[in-house]
């Protein structure tokens, strides 16, 4: 396997499988705290300082330190092969490396975050957990974890450094609180959910036209697909662009994505503001009203030209998928994953249907498209202000990172990462570091294989991923797509899915490799926890901007958007770009 497999760094599916507490007990638990009940005492156990040597060594201790551990598992996570909570290879790592592990308890992901409050709240809680983003806030703010800028700068490993600095550095700036560092982000992948255009292609190929590449083109592609009958079936049952106009910014064909061809960012599903910058100041993406008004008079003409649904006011996800199964609609927005589902409904309508992806076209000239990112992390690794040893934090970041993005070969990539019926995997890690980049490089590895048929690079996720697009491609060869639709083939219907992300030259994450090649893409600019007036005017602005559009979408007057954005800035959202402006200032 090769070094550059993970160089950049966090699977999609880290919250789902499991969520984890550590206990590294100090001393006597006597250290002076003023943060109040909630942090007056901790678990007393033998906690040895580190010596000189232990001082040099950046991923564990020659005098152990005693770690005890919570485990909070979700409740379809099977142990592995012959492994148990106490004897896995991470569990064995961790003993080669001077930590004694030993846990306290075992349960249900679903008690996780309660449990861990009730221990803090008793005084006696975990030296290293996990955090939310407002939890991080509230707990440095009141003394229950410590500030690590110190020990991070002396400890962290380049190794580490580099994983971090897979979002140009924004998740590691949300994790300081008051200018200092307080904790080490689990990182993700905002490229996994940025937005792009999705297109029946057998479509463009029916018609003779090409991938729309700006709002013109699009324009003309859509009305092509509601007027000329794409499907060949000699009927008029058929519309061009697939929009979510009844839960507005949201995943599955969200009205923002279409404005982000012209780079503005009025909304995202994640509840709050999508905040950009622009020549150094920050504002939010829908306060644009040149970017936000060319876009509104592309969508009222279509509208008007029958390209969208007539209700797509009132469609929400149901509803599109239904269009988008049963051989409807043709174009619509989601990230990468957006045609996983579609594909497996429109070949039962029509084994002939064939989904690619794209950039959302150009707007506003070219290289205006950029879709919006957020990049605030799901969670943070913190570590008691209480603990003697801050820099076993770090340690036992730079372990993770050294067998989960930096192994040395495939052997050991399995046994840290996991391996079916064998090795339990990164489950196990204290803090676990995934691949914020994995989905990436799976298209990499998994569409390389099916062009030349070579296996050899492949890890055991990526060659099941390969297997089934592989029986999928066989049977579209073969001739045999109908047989396997009536048959409700599950693996044929699995290949086709995971085609549409991993093996399509013109798929999800072929997608995904353009925006990040050529930075086509508007990044957060407020990553942190909303301030109470984010948090108070958000639904009340959101829900004005969404109905606005809609409204000019279905007649209008454009310039009302001007009138729109007046109202915005005085009910708040002047005080919510304020406030945002002061934290990018001092977070440069």
Request: charged share 20%; hydrophobic share 35%; with cysteine.
């Amino acid at each position: 396997m090769k070094k550059e497999r993970l160089k950049s760094a966090a699977g999609i599916a880290l919250a789902a499988a499991m969520l984890l507490s550590v206990t590294a007990c100090s001393g006597n638990g006597n250290s002076n705290n003023n943060s109040g009940d909630a942090a007056a005492s901790n678990n007393t156990t033998n906690h040895a300082v580190s010596n000189a040597a232990d001082d040099d060594n950046l991923y564990g201790y020659t005098t152990p330190v005693k770690l005890n551990v919570g485990f909070a598992f979700a409740s379809d996570f099977k142990v592995q092969g012959q492994e148990t909570e106490t004897q896995n290879t991470w569990m064995d790592l961790y003993k080669e490396n001077g930590y004694d592990i030993t846990p306290m308890y075992s349960i249900d992901a679903s008690q996780g975050e309660t449990k861990l409050a009730t221990a803090i709240a008793s005084g006696s809680y975990p030296d290293v957990f996990t955090v939310s983003a407002s939890d991080l806030v509230k707990y440095a703010q009141t003394n229950v974890i410590a500030d690590i800028s110190e020990v991070y700068e002396k400890y962290a490993t380049p190794e580490l450094k580099e994983y971090l600095n897979a979002d140009e550095g924004a998740s590691l700036a949300s994790a300081k609180v008051d200018g200092k560092l307080y904790a080490i982000p689990k990182m993700g992948s905002g490229f996994d959910g940025v937005m792009m255009m999705f297109i029946r292609q057998d479509w463009l190929d029916n018609l003779g036209l090409k991938m729309p590449a700006t709002m013109d083109e699009l324009a003309e592609v859509a009305r092509a697909f509601t007027q000329n009958d794409p499907d060949g079936n000699g009927k008029a049952d058929t519309y061009g662009l697939a929009l979510n106009g009844k839960e507005g910014f949201a995943m599955l064909s969200g009205l923002q994505a279409f404005f982000e061809g012209y780079g503005a960012a009025p909304g995202h599903w994640n509840g709050k503001f999508s905040l950009i910058e622009k020549d150094g100041k920050v504002v939010w993406g829908g306060a644009l009203p040149d970017e936000m008004k060319k876009g509104l008079t592309a969508l009222q003409g279509m509208y008007n030209e029958g390209s969208l649904a007539k209700n797509f006011g009132t469609m929400d996800l149901t509803a599109i998928n239904k269009d988008l199964g049963s051989g409807k609609a043709g174009i619509f927005f989601a990230p990468m994953w957006g045609a996983m589902t579609s594909i497996m409904d429109a070949v039962k309508s029509d084994p002939n249907a064939h989904f690619t992806s794209a950039r959302i076209p150009d707007g506003n000239g070219e290289g205006s498209s950029k879709a919006y990112m957020p990049t605030l992390p799901e969670a943070y690794f913190v570590i008691s202000s209480k603990a003697k040893n801050p820099e076993a934090l770090i340690k036992l970041i730079n372990l993770s990172v050294q067998k989960l993005i930096h192994p040395t070969n495939e052997v050991e990539f399995n046994k840290y990462y996991g391996q079916p019926d064998v090795y339990s995997g990164w489950k196990f890690s204290l803090t676990q570091t995934l691949n914020p980049l994995k989905n990436l490089d799976n298209y990499y590895k998994e569409s390389q294989a099916l062009q030349t048929g070579d296996t050899s690079e492949l890890n055991v996720e990526q060659k099941g991923d390969y297997d089934k697009m592989k029986y999928y491609l066989d049977a579209v060869e073969s001739g045999t797509v109908k047989d396997m639709i009536t048959a409700n083939d599950a693996t044929f219907l699995n290949g086709a899915s995971l085609y549409t992300v991993f093996g399509d030259p013109q798929g999800g994450e072929a997608t995904v490799d353009q925006i990040k090649t050529k930075g086509a893409y508007n990044l957060s600019a407020y990553n942190y926890i909303p301030t109470e007036t984010m948090s108070a005017k958000f639904s009340t602005l959101d829900k004005m901007a969404l109905e606005t559009i809609v409204k000019i979408i279905y007649g209008d007057s454009v310039d009302s958007y001007d009138k729109f954005l007046q109202s915005w800035k005085s009910l708040g959202g002047d005080t919510v770009i304020k406030e945002a402006q002061e934290w990018y200032d001092s977070n440069k």
